[in-house]
């Protein structure tokens, strides 16, 4: 190669050597090697050489144009090797760390009132009872005083199940009640307890969902008085919706399973939704004594102990104290909406607030 070659593949080399990006090095290579590149005007001029010195000048220009192309590509790649082990580097999570004071995770806004129902019945001494969604037609109906073509029965909405055995049908339980009878026949009175759970009615609007959750409360005790019921319930709903002048109204209802039945509202303004004033009436529960019958039903003897009982829902309860209108986000997992309504796993709760 003669010297001007040379000095071409050598300022090349030079000029790749300090490129630093892809950019810088495509520069380069329009410069070589596009069209009116300095290796391309060199291959132009062939032409003017002398024949004799055509030959030999074409073949080190070849020569050349294969050196400059391997080292252009092999820059390239270099380049490239580079780029994506700083963009690996800068996107390292280093999952050892403790997570950030902001907000991990955010707790949805039915478990976070699942939290506060719990701490505040956990502090008058109730325990938590369970029982399974797909429930038994006497459990859920039967042994709550709601026999077989009772008119309460088209107040549910059932989904029923196949039946087996000639047995009617099992369903997915309409309320948390049937955990009444369960808690009753498993565990001899005085009886504090709640449950909240699952339940199930083929009901679906903006105020109504197939499955939504219910609260459900039995007290079983000797001397037990509607006096009782209402201090319970008067006192849950003050703390709950923290306004410790909540207007609370009895009104006279009913239900199978107790007698006399109640349900409970609060007060409120329509218009605003504002909770607490407004003169305004808002049905949040439904309670009564224990039904005789159902305490027969479980082996107790109505002469001896008696009780009260509610049952609440706990998306509605959500939704009035958070000033929500629509049920369905609840279920939709959308993270915007979550961000909005979600509780920092973090912050003092009412757990800590001493209920
Ligand atoms: N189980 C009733 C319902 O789902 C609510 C209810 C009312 C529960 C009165 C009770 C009660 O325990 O005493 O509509």
């Given at each position: 190669m003669t010297d001007d070659l040379l000095a071409l593949k050598a300022e090349t080399d030079a000029a790749l050597a300090a490129a630093t990006d892809l950019r810088a090095w495509d520069a380069i290579r329009v410069a070589i090697l596009g069209r009116s590149g300095r290796l391309t005007g060199l291959l132009r001029d062939l032409?003017?050489?002398?024949?004799?010195?055509?030959?030999?000048?074409?073949?080190?220009?070849?020569?050349?144009?294969?050196?400059?192309?391997?080292?252009i590509d092999a820059r390239k790649v270099a380049l490239e090797d580079a780029a994506l082990d700083a963009r690996l580097?800068?996107?390292?999570?280093?999952?050892?760390?403790?997570?950030?004071?902001?907000?991990?995770?955010?707790?949805?806004?039915?478990?976070?009132?699942?939290?506060?129902?719990?701490?505040?019945?956990?502090?008058?001494?109730?325990?938590?009872?369970?029982?399974?969604?797909?429930?038994?037609?006497?459990?859920?109906?039967?042994?709550?005083?709601?026999?077989a073509h009772h008119p309460a029965r088209a107040d549910h909405d059932t989904f029923y199940l196949?039946?087996?055995?000639?047995?009617?049908?099992?369903?997915?339980?309409?309320?948390?009640?049937?955990?009444?009878?369960?808690?009753?026949?498993?565990?001899?009175?005085?009886?504090?307890?709640?449950?909240?759970?699952?339940?199930?009615?083929?009901?679906?609007?903006?105020?109504?969902?197939?499955?939504?959750?219910?609260?459900?409360?039995?007290i079983i005790d000797r001397g037990m008085t509607l006096g009782h019921l209402k201090g319970c319930l008067i006192d849950f709903l003050r703390t709950f919706f923290d306004i410790a002048n909540l207007p609370v109204?009895?009104?006279?209802?009913?239900?199978?399973?107790?007698?006399p039945s109640m349900e409970v509202d609060i007060g409120w303004n329509r218009r605003t939704g504002e909770l607490g004033k407004g003169g305004d009436w808002l049905e949040i529960l439904g309670s009564g004594m224990v039904h005789p019958r159902v305490l027969a039903n479980c082996g107790i003897d109505p002469r001896e102990w008696q009780g009260f009982a509610w049952g609440m829902g706990v998306e509605r309860v959500t939704m009035l104290k958070h000033g929500m209108a629509d049920l369905r986000p609840f279920y939709e997992s959308d993270l915007r909406w979550l961000r909005h309504y979600g509780f920092n796993p973090l912050a003092p709760t009412m757990l800590h607030e001493g209920v």
């Open positions: 032409g003017k050489t002398a024949p004799e010195q055509r030959r030999e000048r074409g073949a080190a220009l070849n020569q050349l144009k294969d050196a400059l192309t391997v080292a580097a800068g996107e390292r999570i280093d999952v050892t760390l403790p997570p950030r004071p902001r907000v991990p995770g955010l707790i949805h806004p039915i478990a976070r009132t699942m939290e506060e129902i719990v701490a505040i019945f956990g502090a008058m001494g109730c325990t938590l009872s369970d029982g399974p969604d797909v429930e038994s037609d006497w459990f859920n109906f039967g042994a709550l005083n709601i026999p196949p039946a087996q055995d000639g047995k009617p049908p099992p369903v997915l339980r309409t309320h948390t009640s049937p955990v009444q009878i369960r808690t009753m026949l498993t565990q001899p009175p005085p009886i504090r307890t709640i449950v909240i759970g699952r339940t199930y009615r083929a009901d679906h609007d903006a105020t109504h969902s197939p499955m939504f959750h219910q609260c459900e409360g039995l109204r009895f009104r006279s209802s009913y239900f199978p399973f107790t007698e």
